[in-house]
């Protein structure tokens, strides 16, 4: 079976962890683009197709909640998976509330990270294949076929 890639997005301000996370993830075939603060992140979202974000929700500056928000405004369908490192599960449930797919604790296991990814990519997925068909139906209203 032929995996076809997640372009994934991760967005924390500790460029360590970035880049390690980053190579992680391309060395199991994922597209992967970085940013490490809010505003970058918007700018990346601009002009890469992304489906789903790894959101660090302590940064400063445009914090997580702050970017997560601005993300759902402007790229409704992209998934956003938030990380915390701080235990704030309190604000990582707020963050989900505010159209988050779901959130992962600082330091996370590896397998947890691929189940989430591909959980949030298939949400992703249908809801683009259920904007499609809408899409159709309205058309072929419009045209008297229906």
């Known amino acids: 079976m032929i995996k076809i890639p997640i372009k994934i997005l991760i967005v924390d ?3 360590d962890f970035v880049e390690m996370f980053s190579l992680r993830l391309k060395k199991q075939g994922e597209k992967v683009s970085t940013a490490y603060n809010g505003k970058d992140a918007l700018k990346v979202l601009e002009t890469v197709p992304i489906d789903v974000v790894i959101l660090d929700i302590r940064m400063p500056g445009m914090d997580g909640i702050d970017t997560l928000k ?6 409704p369908i992209v998934e956003v998976i938030l ?11 707020e963050g989900m509330k505010l159209g988050a797919f779901d959130y ?9 990270i691929n189940v989430k990814l591909e959980n949030a ?3 992703k997925d249908e809801q683009e ?5 809408a899409e159709a139906r309205l058309l072929l ?5 229906f």
Not at 141 to 145: A, F, L, M, W, Y
């Open 13 to 15: 301000d500790e460029k």
């Open 70 to 75: 601005q993300i759902k405004t402007l790229h």
């Open 83 to 93: 990380l915390t490192g701080h235990g704030s599960t309190e604000t990582a449930v």
């Open 104 to 112: 992962l604790m600082k330091p996370a296991d590896f397998k947890d």
């Open 121 to 123: 990519r298939k949400r």
């Open 129 to 133: 294949e259920r904007i499609r068909q």
């Open 141 to 145: 209203r419009r045209s008297g076929d």
